[in-house]
């Protein structure tokens, strides 16, 4: 297939056949990705009876082609996370705005930078010139409005922070994170997927996957999450960062957080991103109330103890970082 044919099309699937990789496509239309995560987009896309029966398939080449004739929007700025701290608030702030595309959590992009696990044939080489490629497909402009593109990564990917500023230097960038023990109360309602092991390689952790497996579910969470700090402060003097508070939301987002992703926007665009914040970030349908007070009573005094030790020292090194 031309890549020409691919104009205007979005990829929503990388998958393997043997040892290549190839991309699943669909046509949006007009449809922009202003849900709290990219997946929903796709969901409601898929419903569309052109795409049950049009779906595009492709060898994961075509992106760099479509690149080379219809190069996406660059990235403007990148959201990454300690996991259950605001992000989806930031990314649904500037989704808010037809200027702005975003991209919450897009699967394809994590099946790009774990390519690894799963086949380590594969080389850093090849996944920053499929990252190149599946981004710019994905920030084709498909409205006149659009100008910037933004970028909220999944929380584990932050531990290819350096490859990803290799695919795109000087992209400013973001951390947000959270009392530690408030993101573990969250995990223990509902534990995310990055939080069970084997989904992070476990040499990150320095385990290997039986030591990992013999943790406690809330041991490994506390491991995870103190990588996760523990890695934003390795990398801070990559490209141009900023680290972000969950207390400092979303008043930071309408001061230094533009002025550090280095965009500006019109007293009415700033008003539709302070709406935004009225409803429940990732359940827009409902009005916004603050969680940290449940959240602090939630955990057991053991848990606490945990995040004290293995996250506490991290998470007040992020904070004399920010207020340094």
Same mark, same amino acid.
């Given at each position: 297939?031309?890549?020409?044919?691919?104009?205007?099309?979005?990829?929503?699937?990388?998958?393997?056949?043997?040892?290549?990789?190839?991309?699943?496509?669909?046509?949006?239309? &007009?449809?922009?990705?202003?849900?709290?995560?990219?997946?929903?987009?796709?969901?409601?896309?898929?419903?569309?009876?052109?795409?049950?029966?049009?779906?595009?398939?492709?060898?994961?080449?075509?992106?760099?082609?479509?690149?080379?004739?219809?190069?996406?929007? @660059?990235?403007?700025?990148?959201?990454?996370?300690?996991?259950?701290?605001?992000?989806?608030?930031?990314?649904?702030?500037?989704?808010?705005?037809?200027?702005?595309?975003?991209?919450?959590?897009?699967?394809?992009?994590?099946?790009?930078?774990?390519? !690894?696990?799963?086949? @380590?044939?594969?080389?850093?080489?090849?996944?920053? &010139?499929?990252?190149?490629?599946?981004?710019?497909?994905?920030?084709?402009?498909?409205?006149?409005?659009?100008?910037?593109?933004?970028? *909220?990564? &999944?929380?584990?990917?932050?531990?290819?922070?350096?490859?990803?500023?290799?695919?795109?230097?000087?992209?400013?960038?973001?951390?947000? !994170?959270?009392?530690?023990?408030?993101?573990?109360?969250?995990?223990?309602?509902?534990?995310?997927?990055?939080?069970?092991?084997? !989904?992070?390689? @476990?040499?990150?952790?320095?385990?290997?996957?039986?030591?990992?497996?013999?943790?406690?579910?809330?041991?490994?969470?506390?491991?995870?999450?103190? *990588?996760?700090?523990?890695?934003?402060?390795?990398? *801070?003097?990559?490209?141009?960062?900023?680290?972000?508070?969950?207390?400092?939301?979303?008043?930071?987002?309408?001061?230094?957080?533009?002025?550090?992703?280095?965009?500006?926007?019109?007293?009415?665009?700033?008003?539709?991103?302070?709406?935004?914040?009225?409803?429940?970030?990732?359940?827009?349908?409902?009005?916004?109330?603050?969680?940290?007070?449940?959240?602090?009573?939630?955990?057991?005094?053991?848990?606490?103890?945990?995040?004290?030790?293995?996250?506490?020292?991290? !998470?007040?090194?992020?904070?004399?970082?920010?207020?340094?």
């Amino acid at each position: 297939m031309k890549a020409m044919h691919l104009v205007g099309w979005t990829p929503i699937r990388i998958f393997w056949r043997g040892l290549e990789p190839f991309v699943d496509w669909v046509l949006l239309g &007009d449809q922009r990705p202003t849900e709290p995560f990219f997946e929903q987009t796709i969901g409601h896309a898929m419903h569309l009876p052109f795409n049950i029966l049009f779906r595009q398939r492709t060898p994961v080449a075509a992106l760099k082609e479509l690149q080379q004739i219809n190069p996406g929007v @660059p990235p403007k700025g990148f959201i990454f996370h300690m996991s259950r701290c605001g992000s989806t608030l930031v990314s649904q702030m500037l989704a808010s705005l037809p200027r702005n595309i975003v991209l919450s959590e897009a699967p394809p992009i994590d099946s790009v930078l774990r390519a !690894y696990a799963q086949f @380590p044939h594969v080389t850093d080489e090849q996944r920053i &010139d499929w990252l190149r490629g599946l981004i710019s497909a994905l920030g084709q402009r498909r409205h006149e409005a659009e100008q910037d593109l933004f970028i *909220k990564f &999944d929380s584990w990917h932050l531990l290819d922070l350096p490859l990803i500023e290799r695919a795109f230097p000087g992209v400013p960038w973001i951390f947000l !994170y959270r009392e530690p023990v408030e993101v573990m109360a969250s995990h223990l309602r509902n534990r995310g997927g990055q939080m069970l092991p084997g !989904y992070i390689k @476990p040499e990150w952790l320095d385990l290997n996957l039986e030591t990992a497996s013999r943790l406690s579910l809330d041991e490994y969470c506390a491991r995870v999450l103190a *990588k996760f700090c523990e890695t934003a402060l390795q990398h *801070k003097d990559v490209g141009r960062s900023l680290f972000v508070n969950y207390r400092q939301l979303p008043d930071i987002f309408f001061s230094s957080l533009l002025d550090h992703f280095q965009v500006s926007y019109t007293p009415d665009e700033l008003e539709q991103m302070r709406r935004v914040t009225q409803f429940n970030a990732k359940s827009p349908g409902m009005n916004f109330t603050s969680d940290t007070a449940d959240k602090q009573q939630a955990v057991t005094e053991e848990i606490r103890q945990l995040a004290a030790r293995r996250v506490g020292p991290l !998470y007040e090194q992020l904070e004399a970082e920010r207020t340094a």
